[in-house]
């Protein structure tokens, strides 16, 4: 069964960088991209970030000039480097990977796959 496991969350000081970090515990079959989610206390999970396994990514109005999602090169992690952190950027961050119903694509709008979450905290 494929686990997302992320790390890399915790408390900042706003102004300040965290780096979240998802590893997939085993292969997933036709993944054509990963991403990052969050949901913060009575708010819908919104997308921040994604990456397909061409390198293209895709950011949020809000994480643009200040989030950089990478993928290391056997695309099984994927990372979200997160600077000049506002109070709002407050969450439980969820990795999540996008996969294809053939290898021929497309790849699916949703993410097919969902990590458990890792909170991430801004203070003033």
């Known amino acids: 069964q494929v686990q997302l496991v992320e790390s890399g969350g915790g408390s900042v000081q706003a102004g300040g960088s965290l780096q979240l970090s998802c590893t997939s515990s085993s292969s997933i079959f036709f993944k054509c991209g990963m991403g990052w989610f969050r949901q913060a206390p009575g708010s819908e999970r919104e997308k921040v970030s994604s990456i397909a396994d061409n390198g293209t990514t895709t950011y949020s109005d809000s994480a643009k000039g200040r989030f950089t999602i990478s993928q290391d090169n056997a695309k099984t992690t994927v990372f979200l480097v997160m600077n000049s952190l506002k109070t709002e950027d407050t969450a439980v961050y969820y990795c999540?990977?996008?996969?294809?119903?053939?290898?021929?694509?497309?790849?699916?709008?949703?993410?097919?796959?969902w990590g458990q979450g890792t909170q991430v905290t801004v203070s003033s």
């Open positions: 999540a990977a996008y996969t294809m119903r053939s290898p021929w694509g497309p790849c699916s709008a949703t993410p097919n796959y």
